[in-house]
């Protein structure tokens, strides 16, 4: 049964059915996990009553969690644009030192961490309420990707092969796009394209079966030719 929530501490009353509500169960399973293995540090309550703390992770990311019109909200470093693990790992560890009667220190409005998460959001580029959101994101790409890319290579050349390991292992975990891809790679690698040749055809297949593409494909007078496909992958 839920605690009924203190109106002067809000965490206090949350439960595991409150987290999974606000990141999701599978989100709520790997702070837990990093909560356990110790990577929150530092934790501390600002004078506004949020949490922030070091989370450890594939580099230190500068968390804080707070809430906003009794919902639960969350800031972080890291590039995860959604609520994250190490969000809930800041929540985990606090409410575990409450259990254990911790004393949580106090953190200042100059805290290393707030400063450093005010200025990462204040250099994105954020669109106001009633933008067109697909003009921004082709404006924002076009104008952004260059600049965007440049600090990939001497950033991961800071990592050890492992270190990358894990970082790649992380995106996978994160992005379906990241993992399809390491998929489709693995595939080409060992030589085996029979696996890809079916996805794709059936999503070609998916797509011609819509009345639209139906009517094109008749009015060119063109029907697709898988075995041309296979052909392509196997010259891979």
């Known amino acids: 049964m839920a605690h009924k929530r203190k109106e002067s501490d809000l965490f206090e009353g949350l439960t595991w059915n409150d987290l ?121 790409i076009q104008t952004n990707a260059t600049a965007e890319t440049k600090f990939i290579e001497p950033f991961l050349k800071k990592y050890t092969k492992a270190q990358l390991v894990e970082l790649i292992k992380e995106l996978a975990g994160q992005y379906p796009l990241v993992m399809a891809h390491l998929q489709n790679q693995n595939t080409l690698s060992i030589g085996d394209v029979s696996e890809m040749v079916g996805s794709i055809r059936n999503e070609i297949q998916e797509l011609s079966s819509e009345p639209g593409w139906q009517n094109h494909w008749c009015n060119e007078g063109y029907i697709p030719d898988y075995s041309m496909v296979k052909h392509r992958l196997e010259g891979l």
Not at 49 to 73: I, K, P
Not at 109 to 132: I, S, T
Request: negative net charge; proline residues 2%.
């Open 20 to 140: 999974s509500s606000w990141a999701g169960s599978k989100i709520v399973s790997r702070g837990k996990s990093y909560q356990r293995s110790g990577y929150v540090k530092d934790l501390a309550r600002t004078p506004d009553g949020s949490l922030v703390a070091w989370v450890e992770g594939t580099e230190r990311y500068a968390t804080q969690v707070f809430f906003e019109d009794d919902d639960l909200e969350s800031i972080c470093s890291c590039p995860y644009w959604d609520t994250c693990k190490h969000a809930v790992a800041v929540v985990v560890e606090y409410l575990e030192n409450l259990k254990k009667k911790v004393e949580i220190p106090k953190a200042t409005k100059k805290d290393q961490r707030l400063k450093m998460l005010k200025e990462f959001f204040d250099d994105q580029a954020w669109f106001e309420e009633g933008d067109d959101l697909d003009e921004f994101d082709e404006v924002y």
